[in-house]
């Protein structure tokens, strides 16, 4: 373990110090470099083109200064990572890549290995390497993806329009940890009505099964119900019958939308 911890701190002492020293050009001492919208060419800033481009060695006839204002492309000194001048991109050096959006912006938490937006700092549920697995949907590298991530409550992270999609087949829960992620008070009032009026057989009456909560985790022992599950700790549906009872399936959420 000593040994890991020694070259993680290593490898990461490596990334942070790359750059500070021998880095960017002798006009600018930054991190990134710059693509020509005239040359299509790698630059260190606009001042090394212009210098390049117009030096004695140049036919007269091709000498050109830069058009900073058409400017489009920028390049990551440290990742190599290519894009957009328009999205406020910065590097982290704990991700080890650039992202977009303003370093201002998100704030990075050590324990989930990721960036997060500060709307979230003081609320969100830390997840070992929260970043660093598949979408659960669409099984796309999360880490350096670049669509849009949600963070759901339980902490598991998604891209955005993959929890729109399962919105649109009536799917509610975590796809890991099948914890609710939004308010679900409503869908849990029009199955009290389900449940309460479709009575079950006398035979059922007595008839005990135990059910395991998704949302809190409690385990209890409730009365069979063909439809569905109440959990008499957080009043949620979303359960399952852990032992008791016949077999049975639920119609599910979608049933009750």
Same mark, same amino acid.
């Given at each position: 373990?000593?040994?890991?911890?020694?070259?993680?701190?290593?490898?990461?002492?490596?990334?942070?110090?790359?750059?500070?020293? &021998?880095?960017?050009?002798?006009?600018?001492?930054?991190?990134?470099?710059?693509?020509?919208?005239?040359?299509?060419?790698?630059?260190?800033?606009?001042?090394?083109?212009?210098?390049?481009?117009?030096?004695?060695?140049?036919?007269?006839?091709?000498?050109?200064?830069?058009?900073?204002?058409?400017?489009?492309?920028?390049?990551?000194?440290?990742?190599?990572?290519?894009?957009?001048?328009?999205?406020?991109?910065?590097?982290?050096?704990?991700?080890?890549?650039?992202?977009?959006?303003?370093?201002?912006?998100?704030?990075?938490?050590?324990?989930?290995?990721?960036?997060?937006?500060?709307?979230?700092?003081?609320?969100?549920?830390?997840?070992?390497?929260?970043?660093?697995?598949?979408?659960?949907?669409?099984?796309?590298?999360?880490?350096?993806?670049?669509?849009?991530?949600?963070?759901?409550?339980?902490?598991?992270?998604?891209?955005?329009?993959?929890?729109?999609?399962?919105?649109?087949?009536?799917?509610?829960?975590?796809?890991?940890?099948?914890?609710?992620?939004? &308010?679900?008070?409503?869908?849990?009032?029009?199955?009290?009505?389900?449940?309460?009026?479709?009575?079950?057989?006398?035979?059922?009456?007595?008839?005990?099964?135990?059910?395991?909560?998704?949302?809190?985790?409690?385990?209890?022992?409730?009365?069979?119900?063909?439809?569905?599950?109440?959990?008499?700790?957080?009043?949620?549906?979303?359960?399952?019958?852990?032992?008791?009872?016949?077999?049975?399936?639920?119609?599910?959420?979608?049933?009750?939308?």
């Amino acid at each position: 373990m000593e040994i890991s911890f020694q070259l993680k701190m290593s490898s990461e002492e490596s990334l942070m110090e790359l750059g500070y020293g &021998d880095f960017g050009c002798s006009h600018y001492r930054r991190r990134c470099k710059i693509r020509t919208p005239c040359c299509d060419e790698i630059f260190g800033c606009r001042h090394c083109h212009n210098e390049s481009k117009n030096s004695m060695e140049v036919d007269p006839r091709h000498r050109h200064d830069v058009p900073r204002h058409e400017l489009k492309r920028v390049i990551c000194s440290l990742c190599a990572t290519e894009q957009d001048v328009s999205k406020n991109q910065y590097h982290c050096n704990e991700c080890g890549i650039c992202r977009t959006g303003g370093g201002e912006n998100f704030f990075h938490c050590s324990k989930c290995g990721c960036c997060y937006s500060n709307l979230l700092k003081d609320s969100h549920k830390c997840v070992e390497r929260a970043m660093h697995h598949n979408c659960p949907v669409c099984f796309e590298f999360l880490f350096d993806t670049t669509r849009d991530i949600t963070v759901l409550r339980c902490g598991h992270t998604i891209h955005l329009e993959c929890v729109k999609e399962m919105e649109r087949h009536f799917r509610y829960s975590c796809p890991i940890c099948l914890k609710s992620y939004c &308010d679900m008070s409503q869908v849990w009032g029009k199955l009290d009505q389900e449940v309460a009026s479709t009575p079950m057989s006398q035979m059922y009456d007595n008839k005990m099964v135990w059910i395991l909560c998704n949302d809190c985790g409690e385990s209890s022992e409730v009365n069979f119900h063909v439809l569905a599950h109440k959990c008499p700790k957080c009043n949620s549906y979303n359960t399952r019958k852990t032992r008791g009872g016949p077999a049975s399936y639920s119609p599910g959420i979608s049933q009750m939308m």
